[in-house]
């Protein structure tokens, strides 16, 4: 079973389905990062991630990919925790002419979802943000098992003039 996160409007009705199959785009340009379920995963995840974004072109999107980078892999992170076995986490990096995507995987096929949280909490907002940075986000379950959480960033023609 799959679905959108949330309810958000800006889900498309089949988030659910792999990504590649959600109109998209075709993927020019893609990179791929196993990490062991380690503290340290996170950040260099979103190193690699900024770097990529870097000789991509894409710098203009680093600061709201790198955020979003952050916080799938700090959720796939706690997820792999809970498994019984040692499982890594993957960070996919696709860009197509009109979309960025940032997709993580993780053995555990328990779907997303945000949780409640006290407006002072400095955890489990992770999801929220998410969701304020991407135009579209959802997840799917590859049938290699596990689930991948998705988000995706529209990729302007022209990038944002400094201080605008």
């Known amino acids: 079973m799959s679905g959108s996160i949330g309810a958000a409007s800006n889900y498309p009705e089949d988030s659910g ?3 590649a199959n959600s109109g998209l785009g075709h993927w020019r340009m893609s990179s ?14 979103r190193l690699h991630a900024k770097h990529i974004f870097r000789e991509w072109g894409l710098a203009h999107l680093a600061d709201d990919a790198e955020l979003i980078v952050s916080e799938l892999m700090t959720n796939a992170l ?3 925790r809970v498994q019984h076995s040692i499982q890594p986490i993957i960070l996919h ?9 940032i997709q993580v995987w993780d053995a555990l096929t328990a779907a997303p979802a945000p ?17 304020m940075l991407a135009d579209k986000l959802g997840f799917y379950h590859p049938a290699s098992g596990g689930k991948t959480v ?15």
């Open 93 to 101: 990096l696709l860009a197509s002419r009109e979309y960025l995507m």
């Open 150 to 164: 998705w988000a995706a960033l529209h990729i302007s023609t022209t990038p944002p003039r400094p201080g605008a």
């Open 32 to 45: 791929r990062l196993e990490l062991g379920p380690l503290p340290g995963a996170v950040p260099c995840a």
């Open 78 to 80: 706690k997820a792999a």
């Open 17 to 19: 389905r792999h990504p």
């Open 115 to 131: 949780r409640p949280h006290a407006i002072d909490a400095e955890t489990g907002r992770g999801l929220e943000i998410v969701t």
